[in-house]
């Protein structure tokens, strides 16, 4: 079931994805939400699974990362255009490093690196907020807050 904003559970940090955890249902919920919609990721938290693990819609594939972590981050960066599932119809700028190296499980525990670049890195970055209990919204919402005292 998809978690939508202002659900409280969006803004907790989830903890980390053990082998003999159950996420098969997070599994298939997300091969079918990418493949039904046009966003490129999703995290467990959306999901209401409150693990580290997101998906990603790479070349007509669907990759799963677990306990994810960023390891390298490019100082160059850009304004990417970011949406979210769990906010629909919103729309925000977000500066993002262009290329990262993260370090993640499969869906067999076997450790990975991974390097992404431009979209893919944006995007990774973005799951990973979520599962730190961050929204594309949070800083629009504390300015917000400040204006209006």
């Known amino acids: 079931m998809l978690i939508i904003y202002p659900n409280k559970i969006l803004k907790k940090k989830s903890s980390y994805l053990r082998k003999n ?6 599994i298939n919920e997300a091969n079918d939400i990418l493949k039904l919609n046009t966003n490129i990721g999703i995290s467990g938290v959306q999901l209401g699974f409150k693990k580290r693990i997101f998906a990603i819609k790479y070349k007509k594939k ?6 994810p972590e960023i390891i390298w981050k490019s100082n160059e960066s850009n304004f990417y255009s970011e949406g979210c599932i769990s906010i629909p119809d919103f729309y925000t700028k977000k500066n993002r490093s262009n290329f990262i190296k993260i370090k993640a499980f ?8 991974f390097f992404a670049k431009n979209l893919y890195s944006a995007c990774i970055q973005h799951e990973i907020d979520h599962l730190n209990g961050k929204l594309i919204n949070d800083g629009l919402i504390a300015q917000f807050g400040r204006a209006s005292v």
């Open 106 to 113: 499969n869906l067999l525990f076997k450790k990975k690196i």
């Open 21 to 26: 955890d159950s996420f098969n249902n997070f």
């Open 62 to 67: 669907i990759l799963f990362f677990i306990n």
